[in-house]
């Protein structure tokens, strides 16, 4: 019996309307930039407008499928997000007045830390598996915020991706095997009292390298392909310069020569929109992705490495083979204009809108009205979010 294949369709990505550049980061701190240009691989970070949320954005992500392809059959709708606006209402719900998302629909919000897109992309394949004429609608959001003056604060970014998952998919189709693997463990979390995560880096990083590793050998043990048949590796990236330790990592555990050049070949071609957007939390391991497809070489026929990892921690290894006719399904010039039409920010604009707090009172509150992207976050007037479309 032939299974139909299932996996990525289309894929669509936004960011914020404002960015940081880490020289102005640098300066501020009395360091080189290259501490961080080099040092963690990040030239900038996407920062969010007053009036932008991860609502606003993964609807900015989503409007360019739906526009492409109708709601016709979308019948599940899955938000990964680690930055959720509500304790119990799906931020996913909120979608429905601004990009017109049907009301025949399950629509549920999945949280956990990073790794949270990827249990979407999984539970939609799943889904469609099961009746090949559904589609799903995945997207994952986050705006990832440390505190200030911490080893965290580099590491921030915005960004959502959003991708159509279907039978018969015109971009990636999912390999059946996946490995994976959980553990307990306290590397970053952040608790409901809080804004800022907490993050242990050494044992974040060491947890992350375990988790990769772990998650390969499961893979394998299901019948997973070698290493070497892939032609690139795409993997969670909370700063680029961590998917260049995971991959190293990984070969050297394998008993595989860490050679730099190919290293590089392996992955760098991932790592070109990460490098200037920032951490994004569950939307990072996509963003890699999207940079695969708009910068590496044709990858027609060709296996696909796909590393997820979540803090606490959750990581799966699984893998895909990039489609015939791909490229005419890419979004390259919208993704390179998404970031670089950002407007850039100065120290003290940045610092406020950090230290910026939500409404708490119920009484009405207009916000600034900053950005420039599709969607905006209006007001808040008691205790609800007020959302609407430019």
């Not at 961080?36 to 949320?53: C, P, R």
């Not at 963003?287 to 708009?294: E, V, W, Y």
């Not at 809108?353 to 009405?364: F, I, K, R």
Request: overall charge negative; some cysteine.
């Amino acid at each position: 019996m032939t299974t139909t294949p299932v996996g990525i369709h289309d894929l669509s990505f936004a960011t914020t309307h404002y960015a940081l550049d880490h020289a102005v980061l640098a300066q501020r701190l009395g360091v080189d930039r290259d501490k961080f240009y080099l040092g963690i691989g990040q030239e900038k970070m996407s920062v969010a407008a007053a009036d932008e949320d991860i609502v606003t954005i993964a609807a900015a992500a989503a409007k360019p499928i739906l526009e492409r392809h109708g709601t016709d059959n979308i019948r599940t709708v899955l938000l990964a997000t680690e930055t959720g606006v509500d304790q119990s209402k799906a931020a996913a719900l909120y979608l429905h007045s601004l990009i017109g998302l049907p009301n025949a629909a399950r629509v549920v919000e999945l949280k956990q830390a990073c790794y949270g897109g990827t249990a979407g992309l999984q539970f939609a394949a799943g889904l469609i598996a099961r009746d090949p004429s559904q589609r799903v609608l995945v997207i994952a959001a986050d705006i990832a915020k440390y505190e200030l003056d911490t080893p965290g604060e580099p590491t921030q970014g915005a960004a959502a991706v959003a991708m159509l998952v279907t039978a018969d998919p015109a971009i990636l189709a999912l390999d059946p095997v996946s490995g994976l693997y959980s553990a307990d463990i306290m590397d970053f979390w952040r608790p409901n009292y809080r804004t800022e995560a907490i993050v242990d880096g050494k044992t974040s990083v060491n947890a992350y390298q375990k988790a990769a590793q772990e998650a390969w050998t499961d893979y394998r043990r299901q019948g997973g392909r070698e290493l070497g048949e892939f032609a690139a590796f795409c993997y969670h990236q909370p700063f680029t310069k961590m998917a260049y330790k995971a991959h190293r990592h990984l070969l050297e555990s394998q008993g595989h020569t860490a050679d730099t050049d190919a290293i590089e070949a392996a992955i760098g071609a991932t790592t070109t929109y990460n490098r200037t957007v920032g951490n994004s939390y569950t939307a990072s391991l996509y963003l890699g992705l999207a940079s695969l497809l708009d910068h590496g070489d044709d990858l027609t026929g060709k296996a696909l490495a796909m590393i997820s990892y979540g803090s606490g921690s959750v990581a799966e290894f699984f893998s895909g083979t990039v489609q015939s006719g791909y490229r005419e399904h890419l979004r390259t010039e919208a993704n390179l204009a998404a970031i670089s039409s950002r407007e850039l920010l100065g120290y003290e604009r940045y610092r406020e809108l950090h230290e910026a707090t939500s409404p708490s009172d119920g009484a009405y509150h207009a916000m600034v009205e900053e950005t420039r992207r599709p969607y905006r976050l209006a007001a808040v007037s008691g205790h609800k979010r007020i959302y609407e479309s430019r």
